[in-house]
């Protein structure tokens, strides 16, 4: 698959049924060169934001211009302006109406798909792959591997059951993540798994000032690793 230069995408509004009386939105970025290959990523949003969130759109819309079917969503709660997450089975739901409406997609339907998001989407995606859910892959923008100042409380006993390979990005100044704990916790894992770090970056990959690079700098190296990782994957 030829990554030379920028691909020309077309985007894609489409409103994805959850249960009878939930409806989320979606957004489609498609490459020209999808159906010479056929992948996709999906991407979900954390808790905080939704999927108009400017990393979560950069990395949607870049990963589209370096050839890969790339679809962002929103969970039914911000779909309603709430604050307040869904319960993890309406999470996990949704991951699967999402995954669902685009293996339905005659014109569309991937050979290779991978699942990603930021902090709680990663995590929801990992659920639901632990719980049964095929995927070519995970890619983790921020795993929240414990609350903030509790390490003790980690949300890795589900990876365990997953066989599909596994790329977390972190940031080395992640409140959520210990990285020391991250590390022990995929050392224990029977599958392929890569940690990248952005070093000085928060759980958003914030750095502070006195770092020197800027937010476009770590942005553009998150999408590349992201892409090498992609092309390593569907390589094989």
Not at 28 to 40: E, F, L, M, Q, V
Not at 106 to 122: D, I, N, V, W, Y
Not at 202 to 228: M, P, Q, Y
Request: one cysteine or more.
């Amino acid at each position: 698959m030829s990554h030379a230069g920028r691909q020309s995408i077309r985007i894609e509004e489409r409103p994805i049924v959850v249960s009878p009386n939930k409806t989320v939105s979606s957004i489609w970025a498609i490459p020209d060169a999808y159906g010479s290959h056929r992948t996709a990523v999906v991407v979900a949003h954390g808790a905080g934001n939704d999927m108009s969130n400017p990393f979560l759109s950069y990395v949607h819309e870049r990963l589209a211009e370096r050839g890969w079917l790339s679809v962002k969503f929103n969970f039914p709660y911000k779909e309603l302006g709430r604050k307040a997450p869904d319960r993890p089975a309406v999470l996990e739901t949704t991951w699967r109406a999402v995954l669902a409406e685009l293996r339905g997609d005659k014109a569309l339907a991937p050979t290779r798909l991978f699942l990603s998001g930021k902090s709680m989407g990663g995590r929801i995606a990992s659920q639901v792959v632990a719980a049964g859910e095929e995927c070519d892959g995970l890619i983790f923008l921020g795993y929240p591997l414990h609350p903030a100042g509790q390490p003790e409380k980690l949300r890795s006993q589900h990876l365990a059951g997953i066989t599909a390979p596994m790329f977390f990005i972190e940031g080395s100044r992640d409140p959520l993540c210990d990285l020391a704990l991250l590390e022990r916790e995929l050392a224990r894992l029977r599958t392929d798994v890569l940690v990248h770090v952005i070093e000085d970056g928060d759980h958003s990959f914030k750095l502070r000032k006195r770092n020197g690079r800027t937010e476009a700098e770590v942005w553009a190296e998150i999408v590349a690793v992201c892409d090498s990782w992609l092309r390593e994957q569907t390589s094989q």
